[in-house]
């Protein structure tokens, strides 16, 4: 009876699953679902892709894996191989997101929200996430996403200041998000949407952005406030 290589069982927030056998023999059948791609792993690289269907495993239909084969000493047509069977789910997942980041003038924030997205490029997935952080389940790829996440947004907001970042959130954030798109294209990720749901700072900044906000009020007066406050709790 012929190995039959499946990802069952899987559920609606799994993004990825290893085929457990390293062991593939050849004429194994391979059934892909559909919102599924099979990919083959081996010594950290991507190599063949499937599509949704059933698959008979043949040279023919493997033909980047063969030529790996092929190069290697004792390979032959029948024997079984080794490789790594990784099936990634197609689908638009939701993630959250929270984390501590800075404005331009040191402000710290607080911010949280939510992202979705869906893998793009298997390959590229494969090799940069899955393999480049050996996040072979959906836990540790979830993991990795929000820590790449929260990294990025970080970075963006050090480039605002204070006023910016609450007085123009929806601008703020949808240049942020256009951002990251790139970044998350360069790992094989199209990031659908990503959306601030919350944003706030210390008492010492509301006070300042109040301040602010009114217009009629520089940065240089606030200080000048604030360290006359300063001295007179002093």
Do not use: C
């Not at 039959?4 to 290893?18: E, L, P, S």
């Not at 919102?35 to 023919?60: I, M, S």
């Not at 984390?99 to 607080?110: M, W």
């Amino acid at each position: 009876m012929p190995q039959v290589i499946q990802w069952t069982n899987a559920g609606a927030d799994d993004i990825v699953w290893r085929y457990p056998n390293e062991d593939i023999t050849w004429g194994a059948q391979l059934i892909v679902s559909e919102y599924e791609l099979a990919v083959f792993f081996r010594d950290g690289k991507a190599y063949d892709v499937f599509q949704a269907g059933r698959h008979t495993l043949t040279t023919l239909n493997l033909p980047l894996l063969t030529g790996l084969l092929t190069r290697l000493a004792g390979f032959g047509g029948n024997k079984p191989f080794k490789a790594t069977v990784l099936f990634i789910s197609t689908k638009i997942f939701a993630g959250k997101w929270g984390t501590r980041a800075q404005t331009t003038e040191l402000a710290p924030l607080q911010v949280y929200g939510q992202f979705w997205f869906k893998i793009a490029d298997p390959t590229l997935f494969v090799n940069e996430v899955i393999g480049g952080q050996k996040a072979y389940t959906t836990d540790s790829v979830n993991n990795f996403l929000r820590g790449f996440l929260n990294e990025k947004i970080i970075t963006e907001l050090s480039h605002y200041d204070l006023v910016s970042v609450f007085t123009r959130l929806t601008e703020t954030s949808l240049i942020v998000k256009n951002t990251l798109i790139d970044y998350f294209k360069r790992v094989g990720i199209e990031l659908t949407d990503l959306r601030f749901e919350g944003i706030d700072t210390t008492p010492e900044y509301r006070e300042r952005l109040f301040w602010l906000k009114t217009g009629n009020t520089s940065a240089g007066d606030v200080l000048r406030m604030e360290t006359l406050k300063s001295s007179a709790e002093s």
